[in-house]
């Protein structure tokens, strides 16, 4: 076999490689051997035969994956992580929702106190108008210690 052609074969066994331990499996494969030399399009017998070496480096990692993460295929310890990260965002959400529902409740609040107090600035303004039993009182002269 032509060297070039065996260097292209290993380059696309190692590429297969890490798109497998990535977790980036295509439909209908599995973090496997047999799941490897599909993807690489390199025959099984020519993996076992010809690059022994990358199949050891690729059980090898696999083994590393399963120790640190006790699953044996990349896909199912991927789905571990996005449920444990989907339920830590729906309770992100459910704080969030509780947090925008009480800023609601203090806004409702606000403004019911405003109205009240332009009310009561209304009413005020309308009785010094009417010059009803509001006196001015005269200005104070400012002392020293005022100032």
Not at 33 to 54: E, W
Not at 78 to 84: F, G, H, M, S, T
């Amino acid at each position: 076999m032509p060297n070039y052609l065996h260097s292209d074969a290993e380059s696309r066994l190692k590429a297969a490689m890490n798109q497998l331990m990535a977790g980036d499996i295509p439909e209908g494969l599995r973090c496997d051997v047999k799941s490897l030399s599909i993807l690489a399009a390199v025959p099984r017998a020519t993996l076992y035969r010809t690059y022994p070496h990358v199949k050891e480096e690729f059980e090898r990692r696999l083994g590393r994956a399963r120790e640190a993460t006790g699953e044996p295929d990349p896909r199912l310890a991927q789905i571990e992580r996005l449920k444990a990260e989907v339920s830590s965002l729906k309770g992100r959400l459910s704080r969030m929702k509780e947090e925008a529902s009480e800023a609601s409740a203090f806004r409702t609040l606000a403004l019911s106190r405003l109205a009240e107090q332009h009310d009561e600035i209304q009413r005020l303004r309308a009785a010094l108008q009417d010059g009803g039993n509001v006196r001015t009182l005269p200005m104070r002269a400012p002392t020293t210690t005022d100032q």
